[in-house]
């Protein structure tokens, strides 16, 4: 098909755009031949027209389907151009949130400007051992493919990573580095992979520095090799640098910063060992103040400095070295401060004394007059003489600015030395895998030497990458027999030949400089002569002649001239390295300098821009005289040419990968995405040409599997075949008809770019026509189904209507009739209640009309009668009015007359106007008012004092200004008396009597506002009354309320009580099972460190061959108690492991170890204060033995002569031994303080030296210390056991205490004072024995009579018998039950004359009597049952015989018939007597061991004998010693257990059966030392019988807690190989594997294929799961496990299959689908019938699943609404917050009709979570293992039953 014919109507394409690059349009017609318009709509709606180019004619690029956008490789693309590569990247970085995305062999990583939690350890292990194309992209999956590789192929692997600044590559490289140290570890105890990752804070802070583009950027390039020993374990490391940028140490531009180390000092200045740096602020020192940017946001500079230096200290740059760096790199600071002053336009000074320079000059310990001097002056050399010519100013400055670029670089060079040499291994690197961090293409406004070596090495890189994608393509197409075509891509060979050829640009660049008086003019002018117009790559710009320009493979650049010469050269003046060199205090400076000899001018790095650095591990031989010349000549251009070229053979003879990272945006926002930016880094860094040569040939690939399965819908079923590869071809011969569109390989189908596309489309068309065929069948189904529904509902409704039609109409006749009825006779009686109304009306209206006449006549008398009488009222009020008038005016005249008065009276009543008494006398009122009022509100209501309150503070107002005016009448009155006695004061009289006035009127005005205030408030008053008693009411009613609500409050507290008890009494247990869990852990590191110490004495066993003379002694007593769990004594063997090693000859050995130095400093330490601890001890101890002593020396006897003598000596021995351990502890100490220096660590050294005797002697004394103390131990607990025999049963315990005492005594003391005790039990000893001998002779004689008697009872017996024998059968039983009861009763009657003294002895023989009895009667019933049986059998027999025999059985007497089953009567009183006792010999414990242990096969015990069966054997061995009282062998047998079944384990812990069976054994063994202690705990679920076979001697309470450790070293190992065995089946079952056939699509593979979910031969299903499962269930529930345990394998099981079958959902982007979801549910509700079938339901099993059942109900769910939203928040209560946001990002539609979820939902259910207090990890914790608990489980089994199989071999072994 051809690609026009995909442009129809509706095809969606790009077009070209200035802002967005590329914009999605969609055609509006179909595209015709010719055609030179094509008329499209843009995404946002608007119509325009396309014009085609008019030369190439070239379409518009297609668009991919969107179920393709996002796709994990950008090769699985239908359509592979630069539009839809940019489009994929942006929507997976900024819809999806994924930084990586694969692109053939590269993987593209987009920096996120923002910390991501996706490189944790738990990603690391899920990434570790899958295939890169089987997980998400991710730089740990190039990391385990190179690691894949490198063990795979026996071949050296590169990672090359490249970006521009800012890009993220050292990041990259740094998480690279982080994976290797992970996931393979160290072949040491070196901690060589913590080395590697500690060299990484140094470079940084030495090599990075802040830019404007990046806070962290790399000013150098580096190439990290990891070595690997044969088992692919880190050996360690080595560096190679390139082109350090030394131009920063003296100039920053803006907004940028010099190196991090500089400002790391200047924050650490205020350190007490940086005092002498006199450092300060960063913006004190001129190099570290230009770019004004001093201070990094979310950097502190002092907390890296630590970092820094803990680093240096772990690659062993000590303290005095790192002094060194650091007073170096403070010279460099204060020169740069060092200040010129010009004498004239040729020449400078340095001030007198200049601080800077003083400073600097003290630091590197040279002369201050001899720095100054050749800071400003040079000497020159010619044929004849030497001179020294002053320089200018300028010169001086970039003469300083050299000289510190030199020093800076040489100190780089000697850091990268060191780190180098701290990373070295002596052991030989088996292979390696290099990483390498390399700047990117560089492109600037003004491009210098430096970017033109930068864009020199990436052309090289890209050659290199673009051949290796060349050569893959190649590959796949010859292994897949495709015919080859020579694919067309960019060589780039032409750009590399004009910089590097022949006369090329670096040539002439040489040749330049070697020109007296070159120039960078005349260096331009050949670069024009030589290239322009002879290479098509090398252009002039048009408006300059000092720059040139290069078309390299990314873009062009244009490079300015100047500069060049300059920085090929690096000049830097001797003269000023030899002042360097004579110093004589600072030794390193001299170090950094040794070489300078060899080439001063230049060296290997360029003044202005970057320094190349080759590989420093190996030091150059010393250079010939001759030489010097040679080397002075090579420049910086010939030494990166030299070192890119080693480069580029070492990345040659490595398989590389590629690692592009992409810088979205140039401010470094998080998430956002710059496309001109993205495509321009694209377009650099060969993304793009590798999508082109991809797309040149058949870019899309499918085997014939997917194929078949993802376009099976396009067969009929007769095209179906069983040859699926025939299959393939028939329906791509009908569908493509133009076969150059695909090819057929072995294993796949290739095809072209965009046949993919258009098999799709077919697809999606086919599935879109069928489903409009089922749409328009269910619709029409639908529809007609509704048509009979509303059919049928019709013809009911008319039936309805017209029944009620019908009914109606004949009510309406009815009601008719019977209206017409009721009208007649309702029509008579309204004309007959008319005339009786009329005739009533006429009489009523007749009396009315009378009787108004009369009342008339009445009304009118009456009229005239009241106006006489109001006439004589209006003449007397008229008389009244005049009176009245009269009587006002007198009134009148009296007021004027009083008025009158009034005045005249005033000057007397002037002073009494004002007194108090008249306004008191006026207020008296208004106060009675005010009071009555309180009074009146007090009564009411006592809560209306806050309105009195008010009142009385405006009372208090009034008085105090009645109190003013009072004191201003007082004075008025003096002012009276003295205007009497002086009358020039009149007018000011007069005056403050107008005032006064005044202030009168005012008082009267405010009294008047007072009443009226007080009117008002009255009514205020009143209303607040009212109010008040409203609000009483609705207080009232809020009483009630609140009552009410405090009852449903106190309910609701007492509910919230009782649910925080239980939410309590859960997190107790939830405390309990962390603290289990961490008990649990620490069990599992101690078992593993045991494990790592046994193999490491395995290995010095092996290499050792000739034992050392002072070998070690060990006794045999020793051996057999070595391994008690005592975990103090293991932990020193552990740590003695070292000195064994170090016992083979020193001159050998390498130097020691830094860490292990440091590990045995540590000891030391620990073991001073385990010294002082025990000293304390020790003082107490003496003292509670001196008060002992003092109290029993009253009691005891003196002692013998010859003991004392004894003692004395012991003691004096003890005494010298113990003085040499402290003077050898002393000399230890004093060799390791003298760890400064750095030979201490020398083999030679004497701290080596003494540490090794030291060490060798204090284990040789521990080990005799340890016999001695085992001796006295076994002689004190046999003397403690005749002391105290009746308390054996704490001997065990005691001895135990005892022995942890004894191990104690380190000093005198102690020791002596055991001694002491030991004589004391002596003597006790021969007093007890004395009267034990006398009791054992009287006993003696009372057996021997009772012998006697015994005898004689037994001769009586036998005659009794020989006449019970010659009785019939039935009479012979009452006879011996007569003899019996005779005998008894005689036997009574004796004992009760016996002991009629002494009635206890009696009644304690009555009782065993009643037990003799009872015994006697259960024997009897026995034999009544064997009686019974045999009977039956007779019955039996005598109907198969026939009648001759029954004549026989006549003649036979019955005597012999009841004779054979009294033989078998014995049989149960034999069982009786075995008492579930195992005897053996103290010789065959080994044997014991071997047999039932170490040589033991599972699978025969669990088929053929009880479960447990080892376990009671070995109990009952435990139970015959504890019967015997011997604490030794109890002591062997349970040790030798348990290291047999750790030997076990050990040897066969890989098999399920073995540790399943052991940990069923381990558990029943445990269970039997519970069941059997005798403790009341554990006995109530035993029988009489079983309580009787307890334990009697020794409580083995500290056993079972060993043994229960050791049954969780069991459970977890038992985990561990469960995973080990399922961990393959998961993912391939739960998740790739189709269950349910048909539902999920195959989607366009890309180059890095995952592995296919199609089942094949080989792959795992959910039944290879299920039946894993039934044989794990099965095994244990063979070998007897617990249920309980039982239960919890099952829900570890189910966790470990639930975590990572999740943790690969989250990190598989091609599993987050619908169909994918529904497989999910369908295989884990498989999972749960299987727990239904096992009755395992309530183990908790299912809820471990309920993350994974969410995951899937998540990917099924509806993702569109709020509603939706609040849904998914509710339902996934056990997903985090950020697994459902992964989940949601990662969720792909398989086919066109589902769709993506929308960024604002996924902010949606952010918003919703952001307060859900969860962890912020991804994945779940796939290694945790549940804390394990063995609930106590008792056996019903009886231990006299059990029998001994001959298989065992066990014959040396009896019952007792």
Known sequence: MAVSELYTKSARVWIPDPEEVWKSAELLKDYKQGDKIIQIRLEEGKEIEYCLDPKTKELPPLRNPDILVGENDLTALSYLHEPAVLHNLKVRFIDSKLIYTYCGIVLVAINPYEQLPIYGEDIINAYSGQNMGDMDPHIFAVAEEAYKQMARDERNQSIIVSGESGAGKTVSAKYAMRYFATVSGSASEANVEEKVLASNPIMESIGNAKTTRNDNSSRFGKYIEIGFDKRYRILGANMRTYLLEKSRVVFQAEEERNYHIFYQLCASAALPEFKTLRLGNANYFHYTKQGGSPVIDGIDDAKEMVHTRQACTLLGINDSYQMGIFRILAGILHLGNVGFTSRDADSCTIPHKHEPLTIFCDLMGVEYQEMSHWLCHRKLATASETYIKPISKLQAINARDALCKHIYAKLFNWIVDHVNKALHSTIKQHSFIGVLDIYGFETFEINSFEQFCINYANEKLQQQFNMHVFKLEQEEYMKEQIPWTLIDFYDNQPCINLIEAKLGILDLLDEECKMPKGSDDSWAQKLYNTHLKKCALFEKPRMSNKAFIIQHFADKVEYQCEGFLEKNKDTVYEEQIKVLKSSKKFKMLSELFQDEGKALSPTSATSSGRMLLSRTAVKPAKAKPGQASKEHKKTVGHQFRNSLHLLMETLNATTPHYVRCIKPNDFKFPFTFDEKRAVQQLRACGVLETIRISAAGFPSRWTYQEFFSRYRVLMKQKDVLSDRKQTCKNLLEKLILNKDKYQFGKTKIFFRAGQVAYLEKIRADKLRVACIRIQKTIRGWLMRKKYLRMRKAAITIQRYVRGYQARCYAKFLRRTRAAIIIQKFQRMYVVRKRYHLMRAATIVLQSLLRGYIARNKYQQMLREHKAIIIQKHVRGWLACVCYHRSLKAIVYLQCCYRRMMAKRELKKLKIEARSVERYKKLNIGMENKIMQLQRKVDEQNKDYKSLLEKLTNLETTYNTETEKLRSDVERLRMSEEQAKNATNRVNTLQEEITKLRKELHQTQSEKKTIEEWADKYKQETEQLVSELKEQNTLLKKEKEELNRRIHDQAKEMTETMEKKLVEETKQLELDLNDERLRYQNLLNEFSRLEERYEDLKDEVNLMVSIPKPGHKRTDSTHSSNESEYTFSSEITETEDLPLRMEQEPSEKK???????????????????????????????????????KTREEEERPPMRGAELEYESLKRQELESENKKLKNELNELQKALLEKSSPEVTAPGAPAYRVLLDQLTSVSEELEVRKEEVLILRSQLVSQKEAIQPKEDKNTMTDSTILLEDVQKMKDKGEIAQAYIGLKETNRLLESQLQSQKKSHDNELEALRGEIQSLKEENNRQQQLLAQNLQLPPEARIEASLQHEITRLTN??????????????????????????????????????????????????????????????????????????????????????????????????????????????????????????????????????????????KVRSLLTSTINGIKKVLKKRGDDFETVSFWLSNTCRFLHCLKQYSGEEGFMKHNTPRQNEHCLTNFDLAEYRQVLSDLAIQIYQQLVRVLENILQPMIVSGMLEHETIQGVSGVKPPGLRKRTSSIADEGTYTLDSIIRQLNTF??????????????????????YITGAVTLNNLLLRKDMCSWSKGMQIRYNVSQLEEWLRDKNLMNSGAKETLEPLIQAAQLLQVKKKTDEDAEAICSMCNALTTAQIVKVLNLYTPVNEFEERVSISFIRTIQMRLRDRKDSPQLLMDAKHIFPVTFPFNPSSLALETIQIPASLGLAFISRV
């Open 1150 to 1188: 390498a130097p020691l170890d830094m860490s292990l130095f440091l590990k045995l400093q540590k000891r030391v330490t620990e073991l001073e204060q385990e010294k002082q601890s025990l000293q304390d001890e020790l003082d107490r101890k003496e003292e509670q033995a001196l008060r002992i």
């Open 1387 to 1528: 036997e009574n009657l004796f004992y009760e004359e016996l002991y009629a003294d002494d009635p206890m002895k009696y009644q304690s023989y009555r009782i065993s009597l009643y037990k003799r009895m009872i015994d006697l009667m259960e024997q009897l019933e026995k034999q009544d049952k064997t009686v019974r049986k045999l009977k039956k059998q007779l019955k039996v027999f005598a109907k198969k015989i026939g009648e001759l025999e029954v004549g026989q059985m006549e003649n036979i007497s019955p005597g012999q018939i009841i004779d054979e089953p009294i033989r078998p009567v014995n049989i149960p009183r034999k069982e009786k007597d075995f008492q579930g006792m195992l005897e053996y010999k103290k010789d065959d414990e080994p044997k014991l061991v071997k047999n039932l242990i170490l040589e033991l096969k599972p699978r025969g015990v669990a088929v053929n004998l009880i479960p447990g069966l080892p376990a009671y054997i070995l109990f009952m061995c435990v139970r015959h010693a504890d019967y015997l009282n011997d604490d030794q």
């Open 1673 to 1694: 269930h099965y095994v244990m529930c063979q070998h007897g496990m617990d249920p309980e345990l039982i239960k919890q394998v099952v829900k570890q099981t189910f």
